[in-house]
């Protein structure tokens, strides 16, 4: 195999529908491999070759974390295809990641912001992305057609891993599509444009919701921070978290239990300023 980079990236791409920015970070990670054992193929590679690639590098945790993820991954499909015998990657141990909680908004933070905007496009675009708790990503990516305002959902069709799901639309979210539907005159195609009438990107919405944050009064908001507070407040509200996962296109319920932190520490607080018990003499 003349390309096994090449083969690897087309193989996640048409097989596990690696995003594009996987794929570039693949790309990179697997492309310094091959300067460092150059002139030799990247198929000859031992495991003392693998150590050597990752200790030249001065990495934090999450990136040398990546760096052996995309190593295991390739090697396993290698050896899937018959290229290699055996994994050199297989002893390599990825070190501990701690995973930062999550930016989560009050209730009322989360009204302030989502309520701000003056436009009528960026009104629905808060209210799209906290409501239904869709990835920026999605959230840019929605047409006309995936939005059924009568029974209040909307379907993803442009999934994390290619996966879509069908995901309930709020009543403030219904409301603000259809104000944006009626004055900006949108029937068919993409819902949220930018100025030039084409596709807003997901930069620019993330533009669009620090900027307007910025202007009620919560700095470093962002669209992940809206998704986050979705979830955390299904949560303390008593909903059952698989719905939940379900809701967030998670494949892994362990993804989405990162939330139940988060509503611990208020718990915790609640119970330490509440409870008899709880309170130090």
Same mark, same amino acid.
């Given at each position: 195999?003349?390309? =096994? ?9 048409? /097989?596990?529908?690696?995003? &594009? ?17 150059? &002139?030799? %193929? ?6 003392? *070759?693998? !150590? ?5 590098? *001065? ?35 990825? =070190?501990?990641?701690?995973? =930062? ?7 009322? @933070? ?6 701000? &905007? =003056?436009? $009528?496009? *960026? ?5 799209? $992305? ?19 305002? /009568? @029974? #209040? ?8 891993? #290619?996966? +879509? !799901?069908?995901? &309930? ?15 900006? #005159?949108?029937?068919? +195609? ?20 620090? /900027? @307007? ?6 700095? *470093? ?14 949560? %303390?509200? +008593? ?6 996962? /379900?809701?967030? +296109? ?14 611990? @520490?208020?718990?915790?607080? $609640? ?11």
């Amino acid at each position: 195999m003349t390309d =096994p980079v090449g083969s690897y990236l087309d193989h996640l791409r048409a /097989e596990r529908g690696a995003s &594009p920015h996987t794929l570039r970070a693949y790309e990179a990670e697997l492309l310094t491999l091959v300067a460092h054992l150059s &002139p030799r %193929s990247l198929l000859t590679a031992t495991t003392l *070759d693998l !150590r050597g690639w990752l200790a030249r590098a *001065d990495l934090v945790r999450s990136s040398l974390a990546r760096r052996i993820s995309c190593a295991k991954g390739f090697w396993r499909w290698a050896q899937r295809e018959g290229l290699v015998a055996h994994s050199p990657a297989e002893r390599l141990r990825a =070190p501990r990641v701690k995973q =930062p909680l999550p930016r989560v908004l009050q209730v009322d @933070e989360a009204a302030r912001v989502v309520e701000g &905007p =003056p436009r $009528a496009r *960026d009104r629905a675009l808060f209210e799209v $992305a906290y409501g239904s708790g869709l990835r920026v990503s999605e959230v840019v990516g929605l047409d006309v057609d995936d939005v059924r305002l /009568e @029974e #209040g959902l909307v379907t993803v069709r442009r999934g994390k891993g #290619g996966k +879509g !799901r069908v995901v &309930p639309l709020g009543e403030g979210a219904v409301v603000a599509l259809r104000t944006l539907f009626t004055t900006a #005159g949108i029937s068919t +195609g993409a819902i949220f444009l930018n100025a030039r009438g084409g596709r807003l990107s997901s930069r620019a919405a993330w533009t669009v919701v620090n /900027e @307007e944050s910025l202007r009620v009064g919560l700095p *470093d908001v962002h669209p992940h921070a809206l998704r986050h507070s979705f979830a955390t407040h299904l949560l %303390s509200a +008593g909903a059952d978290i698989r719905s939940i996962q /379900e809701m967030l +296109g998670h494949a892994s319920l362990g993804t989405t239990q990162r939330y139940t932190q988060v509503d611990l @520490e208020a718990l915790q607080l $609640a119970y330490r300023s509440a409870h008899p018990r709880a309170r130090r003499s």
